[in-house]
């Protein structure tokens, strides 16, 4: 993916944490096909698919089998476990009532966000958001280049006379470069400014298309022999390949609406001056959330 727009898109849906968290959560299908009987009470698909969901994290990298193996018995642990709980009467406690409460309401909440946040975003408004985002996004210059790597400025200095003499840079590079990429004759592909670092990315846009350096460049890693194959002006991804970065700016924005209007609805009291004031705040990031922050600095600098 072109790294310019995946990190814009970082920088700005990646601060809703909770409304992103709600966003991921599919609508369970209702299901009735029993999988499983537990003392006479049936375990059906729908309960499989919540399961996955809640009491399997990583349920999302096993083999669909596995999957569904460990989605059952985690229902059936819960299930015994919560029998033995009403045997003991541990569900008319006070503590328990109050648990119950607050689970149910976090329920709701993700059931209100799935159904009027989540399932309200089209199609339509994923591509006029990308459209946006796109023209939204700065124009940057990229190069294609291949480099030879030695450990010293003699073998590199040797290197640019073979390539004088006529001799052919992707075979010098198979045959002689350090790097990783001498299997593929030296070739980095595409790269924009900072990307690499500073001395190679220096000489790299230096030079015009076809030609290679004329003298050595070193770096931490050796010293480089450049040649750019080709300059142009950074391509934006195709839709299909962000569109979950934009659903997520939609489910952030509309869950961020949903929420400004709540809270301007609602009362709410805090008497700890402290307290409320920490709680505006967070109340405050969450509407701007995305908008005043900027992309991590990026630290995949190569040779």
Do not use: C
């Not at 409460?101 to 059931?111: D, G, K, V």
């Not at 190679?200 to 050796?222: D, N, W």
């Not at 040649?227 to 979950?244: I, L, T």
């Amino acid at each position: 993916m072109n790294r310019s727009f995946r990190r814009f898109f970082v920088a700005r849906a990646g601060a809703v944490v909770l409304a992103a968290a709600l966003g991921a959560t599919p609508a369970l299908a209702q299901d009735d096909g029993v999988v499983a009987t537990l003392n006479g009470q049936p375990i059906t698909e729908a309960d499989l698919a919540l399961a996955e969901q809640e009491l399997v994290p990583q349920a999302g990298q096993m083999p669909e089998e596995q999957r569904r193996a460990a989605a059952l018995s985690a229902i059936i642990d819960v299930r015994l476990f919560a029998s033995e709980a009403e045997e003991n009467q541990i569900d008319e406690s006070e503590d328990f009532q109050h648990r119950m409460e607050f689970l149910r309401n976090r329920a709701l909440h993700s059931a209100f966000v799935d159904q009027n946040v989540v399932q309200s975003i089209t199609e339509e408004e994923m591509r006029a958001r990308y459209e946006a985002e796109v023209a939204n996004l700065p124009q940057e210059e990229e190069v294609r280049a291949r480099h030879i790597l030695v450990e010293t400025e003699e073998e590199a200095k040797d290197i640019i006379q073979q390539l004088e003499e006529g001799g052919d840079f992707a075979e010098i590079a198979e045959e002689h470069s350090q790097d990783g990429s001498a299997a593929q004759g030296g070739d980095l592909g595409y790269f924009t400014k900072g990307r690499m670092v500073p001395a190679f990315e220096e000489a790299a846009f230096a030079l015009e298309p076809g030609s290679y350096t004329q003298e050595p460049v070193e770096t931490q890693f050796g010293w480089h022999v450049i040649k750019v194959e080709d300059k142009r002006m950074q391509e934006p991804p195709a839709f299909e390949q962000v569109q979950n970065q934009i659903r997520s700016l939609l489910v952030r924005d509309k869950y961020v609406e949903q929420l400004s209007a709540l809270r301007e609805a609602a009362e709410v009291e805090i008497p700890n001056e402290e307290l409320k004031s920490s709680v505006d705040q967070l109340f405050q990031q969450q509407m701007g959330a995305g908008e005043a922050e900027s992309p991590a600095p990026d630290s995949e600098n190569q040779q």
